[in-house]
């Protein structure tokens, strides 16, 4: 019988002829075994130090391919080498060629698989837990812009306090970012409105105004999107973080629709300066922006009475009867 040598198969140490350990194939390492065994049988097997758990998974699978019969009588009838190892090989051969033909099937299933695993890591909506929490996000979401920031802006302290002061490291003031702001009108009561406007116009961003703004949507590099519903309920509980690629697409056509219904921010040009001078060319921005007189006198920093002196000069100059007039022959004439 040939030399026997002991190594650790899985997590127990088990005995067989000389070659075994070098075999990648348990089944043809058992069928080695075999044909060195005057009398092949488990029990043979079991003396030699073969782990049961081994034979009954390993005996079965040798007769399914035709190396070895087993018997009733406990014995192992060996086939013949010559005969059963070139059976068994071609047996391999057709499996491999079966996995071959199947092979570009199973590469679609693995890509679509893949996909199906990309488009659910995408799939990313949630909802903040209070204003502390959206307050930090939206920071965050602002200060990683990198090439557009779109921002329709209900009326909350947090929304004024961003478009006057810029945003988080004066973001909104940035160029090289697209910005576009759709503010809601009534923000024009706050004072100094008009001023930040200006300052957001002279870097580049688009500024306008829509009255009554419903909820405020910030759009980020057309890839992320906060929707921020603080003016209903100021807690911040329930606003929505959105990074699913086809619901931001969707809250992208909400602010276009919302950026071609609105109008562009009141803004005096230069003749209008020149004509009426600072704070009359300011007035008359105002005016046809729709702002009241009160409005007005906040913005400007004069008195309501100045404002509505301020006005009479202005309609008499442009031969207008109306602040609609007004504002309509203004923007015909270029002053705003």
Same mark, same amino acid.
């Given at each position: 019988m040939s030399e026997i040598r002991h190594f650790r198969w899985g997590a127990s140490e088990v005995s067989t002829v000389?070659?075994?350990?070098?075999?990648?194939?348990?089944?043809?390492?058992?069928?080695?075994?075999?044909?060195?065994? *005057?009398?092949?049988s488990?029990?043979?097997?079991?003396?030699? =130090?073969?782990?049961?758990? &081994? /034979?009954?998974?390993? +005996?079965? %699978?040798?007769?399914?391919?035709?190396?070895?019969?087993?018997?009733?009588?406990?014995?192992?009838a060996v086939a013949d080498p010559q005969v059963a190892i070139p059976r068994y090989a071609a047996e391999l051969e057709r499996l491999a060629a079966s996995s071959r033909s199947g092979l570009g099937a199973l590469a679609d299933r693995y890509r679509e698989a893949q996909d199906a695993q990309e488009r659910a890591a995408t799939f990313d909506v949630t909802l903040t837990s209070g204003?502390?929490?959206?307050?930090?996000?939206?920071?965050?979401v602002l200060r990683a812009a990198r090439t557009s920031i779109e921002f329709v802006a209900a009326? *909350?302290?947090?929304?004024?306090?961003?478009?006057?002061?810029? =945003?988080?490291?004066?973001? &909104? /003031?940035?160029?090289? +970012?697209? %910005?576009?702001l759709v503010l809601d009108s009534s923000i024009l009561d706050v004072e100094g409105?008009?001023?930040?406007?200006?300052?957001?116009?002279?870097?580049?961003?688009?500024?306008?105004?829509?009255?009554?703004?419903?909820?405020?949507?910030?759009?980020?590099?057309?890839?992320?999107?906060?929707?921020?519903?603080?003016?209903?309920?100021?807690?911040?509980?329930?606003?929505i973080v959105v990074r699913h690629t086809p619901l931001v697409m969707a809250l992208n056509e909400l602010v276009d629709a919302s950026f071609a219904?609105?109008?562009?921010?009141?803004?005096?040009?230069?003749?209008?300066?020149?004509?009426?001078?600072?704070?009359?060319a300011q007035t008359l921005a105002l005016l046809a922006a729709g702002a009241t007189d009160s409005t007005i006198a906040r913005q400007v920093g004069v008195s309501q009475r100045t404002v509505e002196r301020f006005v009479r000069t202005i309609l008499d100059d442009l031969g207008a009867s109306t602040r609609f007039q007004a504002g309509a022959q203004a923007e015909r004439a270029g002053l705003l």
């Open positions: 000389e070659g075994w350990a070098r075999a990648s194939d348990p089944r043809l390492a058992l069928y080695e075994a075999l044909v060195g065994l *005057t009398q092949p488990r029990v043979a097997l079991e003396q030699l =130090g073969f782990a049961g758990p &081994l /034979l009954d998974v390993e +005996l079965p %699978r040798l007769a399914e391919s035709g190396l070895v019969s087993l018997l009733d009588d406990g014995t192992i204003i502390g929490e959206l307050d930090y996000t939206r920071a965050q009326r *909350t302290p947090t929304n004024d306090h961003l478009v006057l002061s810029g =945003g988080p490291d004066d973001i &909104l /003031l940035r160029g090289g +970012l697209t %910005r576009r409105t008009t001023k930040a406007l200006a300052r957001l116009t002279e870097t580049g961003a688009q500024v306008r105004l829509m009255p009554t703004l419903a909820l405020s949507v910030l759009v980020t590099d057309r890839s992320i999107a906060i929707v921020d519903i603080t003016n209903h309920d100021p807690s911040g509980y329930g606003c219904g609105s109008t562009e921010a009141p803004r005096a040009r230069a003749d209008a300066r020149s004509r009426f001078g600072a704070r009359q």
